[in-house]
């Protein structure tokens, strides 16, 4: 069966994709959803590619899944594998030299002004975990350039959550259209579907395998 490589966002931790790999596990496939190292500053995004790469136990028939801030790592981890298909969920579609520092600028980013952009529709003690395990990021991950050329040749696809109040809807359909050229697939979810709707997400994903 497909191996999924899940790509944690900004701050967090694989854990908390634990409800969607269950989902996936219990259809027969496999997860790999490791720590990236995101508080050390010895270590740009080519380290946290190489955290993902390491940890797969196969690098045949895999599944890259790159959430928020991952979704600037997922490609980087589907080139050097050749994966099978790249899946991002509502995160951020990298450019070709470009920092990240820079992507919000680029992209035309706008905070939405509402409270609780990440766990708002979160089952309160899952968001209470959540933020617990919430971690730093070292500045090498936002400085340096994007480093890959184009994005890689392979089956791609944009999970969009329609109720993010932090990559709001409206704002994330101009970025997929602009960077991917391809419709998304809606999810009545907000930023973190993984742990609001992690049966439905898993489903979608499902479809990739």
Same mark, same amino acid.
């Given at each position: ?9 900004? $701050? ?10 269950? +989902? ?14 995101? &508080? #050390?500053?010895?270590?740009? /995004?080519?380290? @946290?590619?190489? =955290?993902?790469? #390491? =940890?797969?136990?196969? *690098? ?38 470009? +920092? !990240?520092?820079? @992507? @919000? ?5 706008? #905070?939405?002004? /509402? ?13 209470? &975990? ?15 350039? @994007?480093?890959? =050329?184009?994005?890689?040749? /392979? ?6 959550? *329609?109720? #993010?109040?932090?990559? *709001? ?7 997929? +259209?602009?960077?991917? $050229?391809?419709?998304?697939?809606? /999810? ?9 709707? !992690? ?11």
């Amino acid at each position: 069966m497909t191996t999924f490589a899940i790509v944690h966002g900004a $701050g967090d931790v694989g854990r908390s994709w634990h409800l969607v790999a269950a +989902a996936l596990q219990a259809r027969g496939h496999t997860v790999v959803a490791p720590d990236l190292p995101t &508080e #050390d500053d010895a270590k740009d /995004l080519t380290d @946290w590619a190489s =955290a993902v790469v #390491d =940890a797969l136990p196969s *690098t045949s028939d895999v599944v890259v899944v790159g959430h928020s801030f991952g979704g600037l790592v997922a490609p980087l981890v589907a080139a050097r594998i050749n994966a099978s298909a790249l899946v991002f969920v509502t995160a951020m579609l990298p450019k070709p030299g470009e +920092a !990240p520092a820079d @992507w @919000w600028a680029a992209t035309g980013y706008r #905070d939405s002004g /509402l409270e609780d952009q990440h766990w708002h529709d979160v089952p309160p003690h899952l968001a209470e &975990e959540s933020r617990k395990r919430e971690r730093g990021m070292s500045e090498a991950a936002w400085a340096k350039p @994007w480093p890959l =050329a184009a994005l890689p040749d /392979l089956p791609t696809a944009f999970i969009l959550c *329609t109720e #993010d109040r932090f990559f *709001t809807p409206a704002f994330m359909r101009e970025v997929v +259209a602009d960077r991917l $050229g391809i419709d998304p697939i809606e /999810l009545p979810a907000g930023h973190c579907a993984h742990l609001s709707k !992690p049966a439905e997400l898993a489903t979608l994903l499902a479809r990739y395998a």
